[in-house]
């Protein structure tokens, strides 16, 4: 299986694809200025005590308060407490984490009022993001997560993760771990440090102490309240953190700086492959290019087609998603309704493995399948499904088929699921179903042209455009875009673009700014 990630850089957004053998497998979308990702870490403050919840909401600078639980504090709390109070005591001289005093574990049946007050600055770290009406969700057990090792500062242990199974290697691996470690920290050693060598993993080590110093003289020297001390790496590199592996084969990335800065990891993780790194320099937008957008546009949505005619309904409800799984229109077996179930069955557990990677869908997820007589089909559908999860990253836990045919499935969630809307509205009327004549839709382009050349005076511009329209502007010898550029006198690059819908349009100059053409009309006609 070979795997390539495509990363769309845009002027507010970044959208990043993993696709294994071509197939979208893992969609990511942020905008530039996200303000949380999971990982963050902040110096916060207490807002409100609930004691009937044994909890506490927390300000982290986000409009709902995070939710901070008493057995999420993690048992070196009150040597964080006190280490924190020693921090900020002295805005100038840092007092060295090696000094620092552990205190006895935090008691698994103590009370959140006993163990914080109100207005009392917390040293936390988001787990999970806002979902729904939920604010984040928190821990006071900081974690600094690197390829190889995590790092976990008043830990004193160094664990090795179980999927390590020979014995001789994880003696190996925790016996240079416990060399090397910094003093009053922790260690997790992840699956990928099998086989590394001493160098590489001292060498995260000290990135992963490093990064937890920087976050300490942050709150030294700034009094702000709440402040991010420690911000997690984009969701590009997250990604390619822990996903990376030998079969990757491309990393394609439409921005310099974004390149720069991904190649640069790549070289500290695995010199060998840096050259996987490619800028991308195409006129075709960079989703277009690689088939991305075709497969977001059939993958997301209520309804999802899959082999024969078969079909899946996906719908999401506050408490959990249901997925309904039919038959279609498919042609029957010629071994009768039994084989036909089964094999509709077999293809939805395919595709659905897929979408709950692809939407990120976490919580509780029930499939109605269709109904199976024999138990041996039953149990088949339930092993491919449980073979077909385990390239999922996130913690799930699958149950056999119920009684009633249905199967429930629970998989970790630490972001809202991603939606992504595929239906377009139409860009000319805005779903007021009455349009000006389609063919009068170039010379309203043409309109705009003239505006942006004479009265704007730009020279350069690109025109993006669906692409039967692009196709209808180009075609000829002496095409539309011809007699544009002779008339008046500038060049344009006519791009096409799938994301677009059938007569929407985007003018950009020459820096890639985008210049926003819309008439009156029609911005009043969106509201």
């Excluded at 420690?230 to 921005?255: C, H, K, P, Q, W």
């Excluded at 045919?405 to 972001?415: D, Y």
């Excluded at 377009?424 to 309109?447: A, M, V």
Aim: with cysteine.
């Amino acid at each position: 299986m070979t795997s390539e990630v495509v990363i769309d850089v845009r002027e507010k957004e970044i959208s990043t694809a993993l696709l294994e053998d071509k197939n979208l497998v893992e969609y990511q979308n942020e905008p530039k200025q996200a303000s949380f990702s999971v990982g963050n870490i902040y110096v916060a403050k207490v807002k409100k005590i609930m004691p009937g919840l044994n909890a506490c909401f927390v300000d982290v600078g986000y409009e709902r308060d995070a939710f901070l639980h008493y057995l999420d504090l993690g048992n070196q709390f009150n040597s964080y407490t006190k280490y924190l109070k020693q921090v900020v005591s002295d805005r100038k001289k840092l007092y060295p984490f090696a000094k620092a005093s552990k205190l006895p574990d935090l008691k698994k049946d103590g009370s959140i009022q006993q163990t914080v007050s109100v207005g009392q600055e917390v040293l936390v770290q988001i787990v999970k993001e806002p979902i729904s009406t939920k604010g984040p969700r928190l821990t006071g057990e900081l974690s600094f997560a690197g390829r190889y090792l995590v790092l976990i500062p008043f830990g004193d242990k160094v664990s090795v993760s179980s999927k390590i199974k020979s014995g001789e290697e994880r003696a190996r691996l925790k016996q240079l771990i416990q060399s090397v470690k910094p003093k009053n920290c922790g260690v997790i050693v992840r699956t990928v440090a099998e086989g590394k060598r001493v160098a590489e993993l001292d060498t995260e080590l000290k990135i992963l102490a490093q990064r937890w110093e920087a976050a300490l003289v942050k709150i030294q020297k700034s009094p702000k309240r709440p402040q991010l001390v420690f911000e997690e790496t984009g969701r590009a590199i997250a990604m390619l953190r822990d996903l990376f592996n030998e079969s990757f084969e491309n990393v394609y990335v439409n921005n310099e700086d974004v390149f720069k800065e991904i190649k640069h990891y790549i070289t500290l993780i695995s010199p060998e492959k840096q050259n996987i790194v490619k800028l991308y320099t195409g006129k075709v937008p960079i989703f277009d290019n690689f088939n991305v957008t075709r497969q977001i546009k059939s993958s997301f949505g209520k309804t999802v087609n899959y082999k024969h005619g078969a079909y899946m309904i996906i719908e999401h409800t506050e408490a959990l998603h249901v997925v309904d799984v039919n038959s279609g229109n498919r042609t029957r077996s010629e071994n009768g309704q039994e084989a036909n179930a089964l094999d509709v069955n077999l293809g939805a557990a395919d595709e659905l493995a897929r979408q709950l990677r692809l939407r990120d869908m976490g919580g509780i997820i029930v499939v109605d399948f269709i109904d199976m007589n024999l138990a041996e089909d039953r149990q088949l559908l339930y092993e491919r499904m449980c073979k077909n999860m385990q390239n999922d990253r996130a913690r799930h836990n699958i149950l056999p088929l119920s009684k009633f045919g249905l199967m429930q499935i629970t998989r970790q969630r630490v972001r809202p699921a991603m939606d992504v809307n595929v239906d377009e509205t139409c860009p000319t009327c805005n779903g007021s179903g009455k349009i000006r004549s389609s063919i009068l839709f170039t010379d309203q382009l043409e309109g705009k042209i003239d505006r942006l050349v004479n009265k704007i005076g730009i020279k350069k511009i690109y025109l993006h455009v669906h692409p039967y329209v692009a196709a209808y502007i180009n075609q000829g010898i002496l095409s539309l875009k011809r007699k544009w550029q002779m008339k008046y006198g500038f060049s344009i690059h006519i791009i096409p673009s799938q994301k677009l819908a059938f007569l929407q349009y985007e003018f950009y100059n020459a820096d890639g700014q985008f210049i926003d053409m819309k008439e009156e009309i029609e911005v009043k006609q969106n509201h």
